[in-house]
């Protein structure tokens, strides 16, 4: 990774991925919010290890890019961890984060969130360290979020951040930062405990944190910046309004400018119809 910030969107499956790719970006997020919607069920550890490997493979696969991969709180204790860090690298992951929440967890943008004590929470970032060296040479990408901002305060958000450093992490994701000021606090005290620790930003929309562009983030020391459930959001908006249409008007005709083509289809998925077509990857 270098000094520049690079911007993620979140892709809940291969179809999305490849828009992303598409689009220009330089990688995707895989967003645990996101992919437990698109189950059916809420972000509380609904979705098994497994379940979420799937969609990983699906992602890095269609994409071809570099996917960072939402975690949770590591599916269980360290030994967990370090299965999860295994089978995420299996998956095609770049890298994972783990949150320092108990378990069932909660949005990080909701209150009423509860930390695990710092110590256990050094515990699991140590044995995914161990797994990231073993698994891939170092080359996985170990972060560690911390939800502490909004339980206990910007101080012990930043204390937990440099024990986590400590205990392994190659990057720190504070999550739920109420403002501009915030990012920059937590860049300075992660960057003057160690110099060449990354950062991620989080740019979900309807939480705490205020709309801030990527060159900002940039600006402030991040190394990456997710918008997790955008793309799904955006989807989903669509598809709600859509069937409302249709279960109005009985056929499609209030909305078929705004889908997308068979043409775009096809263009989106490689794919000229009479012509072999090649898996991605082969």
């Known amino acids: 990774m270098s000094n ?6 979140g892709a809940f499956n291969g179809l999305v991925a490849k828009a992303v790719a598409q689009a220009g970006f330089e990688g995707c997020y895989v967003s645990g919010a996101a992919v437990s919607a698109a189950f059916g069920v809420p972000d509380v550890g609904m979705v098994s290890l497994t379940e979420f490997c799937g969609v990983i493979e699906q992602v890095a696969r269609a994409s071809g890019l570099p996917v960072i ?4 709180t590591g599916f269980g204790e360290s030994e967990m961890v370090m299965r999860t860090v295994s089978e995420y690298h299996r998956a095609g992951a770049a890298g994972l984060h783990l949150e320092d929440q108990v378990f069932p967890k909660r949005c990080g943008h909701l209150d009423g969130k509860k930390l695990v004590p710092v110590d256990h929470m050094v515990e699991k970032i140590a044995a995914a360290a161990r797994a990231r060296d073993t698994c891939s040479n170092g080359a996985f990408i170990v972060c560690a979020r911390t939800d502490a901002r909004g339980v206990d305060g910007m101080p012990a958000a930043i204390d937990r951040a440099k024990a986590y450093i400590d205990a392994g992490a190659d990057m720190i994701f504070p999550e739920g930062l109420a403002s501009e000021a915030e990012f920059g606090e937590m860049a300075r005290a992660v960057k003057s405990h160690v110099a060449g620790a990354f950062l991620l930003a989080n740019m979900t929309e309807f939480g705490k944190t ?6 900002r983030f940039e600006e402030l020391g991040y190394s990456c910046v997710i918008w997790p459930v955008t793309t799904f959001r955006a989807a989903m908006g669509e598809v709600q309004r859509v069937l409302a249409d249709l279960k109005r008007d009985g056929d499609v005709n209030a909305f078929i400018g705004r889908v997308q083509t068979r043409q775009a289809l096809y263009a989106l998925l490689g794919y000229e119809p009479g012509k072999e077509w090649e898996w991605p990857g082969a």
Not at 69 to 72: F, S, V
Not at 210 to 215: A, F, G, T, V
Request: aromatic share 0%; with cysteine.
């Open 210 to 215: 205020p709309i801030i562009p990527l060159r």
């Open 4 to 9: 520049r910030c690079v911007g993620l969107p």
């Open 69 to 72: 991969a939402d975690a949770d």
